[in-house]
């Protein structure tokens, strides 16, 4: 049995109730938190002592949509990344993929292979929750019959049996999928007991896919669509004009006829329901696109999938612009979320991670304060990564919160984030199965991650 480890005189951020538990000795026995008790000078025989005194100790964090890339990139800097960053938790939004996958793709038996070795420790990197192979980014062929895009709702069923048998833990939906599959899939996916997640298909409304058992909704889609007014006929007007040349114009109109006794009535939907939402708010900051580039954490993306963001970079440009402006989309979902939050919804932190210009781990810390800056108060925004995850999962009593029994997935910080969320991103110390990544060693996680991504750029095949 490996020695204890307690940190002494630690200040409990309780995240739960939103207030701190000055002076706490938290005694760790292999991955379990063991206790939580008043400060002492007793310890445990042969125990490692991390001095806590003037730090807070939080629950380790979780990213709630995030992608990764092919085996090699993902071992050598994504999954490390994250770690060094305080996430120890994700949730894969494309986990899945007919093979031989596309180059930045990884099948779901290579993600599980990667869970085992996280767990050994034989592979740093967090925790993992897979979506399958995404269904409708792109347009079904019912002439096809490809098993990957299924076009009916026969072929649905079928798509969500193969997801299942081959290990995923929910089903993905993108813009794309014809009404009649979407609820194909909604059905089937109750059957095999897997979630539903994804956008919300321009097929239905997001109301409809609440009641159909969509666990999750990201990046607020079909909110602004479904408040955009009380006429049924303008908003429907509006919808059918997402499609094509006049979707830009649409959807500015929405955000200006956003009703907010409208948008109760479907949040109270959401509440019934039990359907999360993950904003992602960093990812509608698009003026990113002129400081990415020059970014310090471009050090630790390897060189081709660098590349690849500029591609990604230009398919969502064509779209907003090549210089965008997005203030004002950005202050529309800020009031979305702010209102959801008070009216119950439950809210999950995700970045898009891997995404064009959006980092693993950094951006993070970075949607926490855009939460925060919607209107969330630092603990609220601080539940969205751990409480609220646990409660996802339906696994509260293992994880997102610091007490004992639990999971000792934890990251010990420098400052209060009870006072400015922004100190979530002065790390002191990550513990996560076991292990113990102090400054030195999560500074050597991302030199090695830096030096692999160095790699790449004379080995872009790798």
């Known amino acids: ?42 310890t445990p025989r042969g125990a490692q002592i991390i001095d806590g005194s003037g730090k807070y100790l939080i629950p380790g964090l979780w990213d709630m949509h995030t992608h990764t890339a092919s085996d090699t990139i993902s071992r050598e800097s994504i999954l490390p990344v994250f770690i060094a960053h305080g996430v120890t938790g994700i949730r894969i939004m494309l986990g899945d993929c007919p093979e031989p996958c596309a180059r930045y793709d990884a099948p779901i038996s290579t993600i599980r292979q990667w869970q085992a070795d996280i767990l050994a420790n034989r592979q740093v990197g967090p925790r993992l929750s897979s979506a399958s192979f995404t269904v409708g980014a792109s347009a079904p062929d019912q002439e096809e019959h490809d098993p990957w895009r299924p076009a009916t709702a026969e072929e649905a069923r079928s798509f969500v049996a193969m997801g299942g048998g081959r290990g995923v833990d929910m089903i993905k939906v993108h813009n794309l999928v014809p009404r009649p599959v979407y609820f194909a899939l909604a059905e089937a ?22 009641r159909a058992g969509q666990k999750s909704i990201e990046h607020l889609f079909g909110i602004l669509e479904e408040c ?28 200006r006829r956003y009703d907010s006794s409208q948008c109760r009535k479907l949040f109270k939907t959401f509440v019934e329901q039990g359907t999360w939402h993950v904003p992602t708010l960093v990812l509608y900051r698009h003026e990113r696109v002129h400081s990415w580039p020059a970014n310090p954490d471009n050090r630790y993306i390897a060189a081709p999938l660098l590349e690849e ?42 970045t898009d991670a891997n995404w064009w210009g959006i980092y693993p781990g950094s951006s993070l810390h970075e949607e926490l304060a855009l939460l925060a800056d919607a209107g969330l108060s630092p603990a609220e925004a601080l539940r969205a990564a751990t409480l609220n995850p ?73």
């Open 390 to 462: 646990a409660a996802y999962f339906g696994r509260s009593s293992e994880l997102g919160t610091v007490e004992a029994g639990k999971y000792a997935d934890l990251v010990l910080l420098e400052a209060n984030p009870l006072e400015s969320i922004t100190n979530t991103r002065h790390i002191h110390t990550v513990l996560f199965n076991g292990e113990i990544y102090g400054s030195s060693a999560i500074g050597q996680l991302l030199s090695e991650a830096e030096r692999f991504a160095s790699r790449t750029k004379q080995q872009p095949e790798i």
């Open 228 to 255: 955009a007014g009380q006429s049924p006929a303008i908003r429907d007007r509006l919808r059918q004009q997402l499609n094509g040349d006049t979707a830009y114009s649409a959807l500015k109109e929405m955000a």
């Open 309 to 350: 963001w500029k591609d990604w970079q230009a398919w969502e440009l064509a779209f907003f612009g090549e210089s965008p402006d997005s203030a004002w989309l950005q202050a529309a979902l800020a009031r979305v979320t702010d209102e959801m939050q008070a009216a119950g919804v439950g809210i999950l932190a995700g």
């Open 189 to 210: 996916a109750r059957e095999h007991q897997l979630d539903l997640v994804g956008h919300v298909p321009r097929s239905i409304t997001a109301s409809e896919a609440a």
């Open 1 to 42: 049995m490996p020695a204890p480890v307690v940190i002494r005189d630690v200040t409990v951020v309780n995240v739960e109730r939103g207030i701190v538990e000055p002076g706490k000795d938290v005694v760790i026995q292999g991955d379990k938190i063991a206790s939580v008790e008043k400060s002492s000078q007793a």
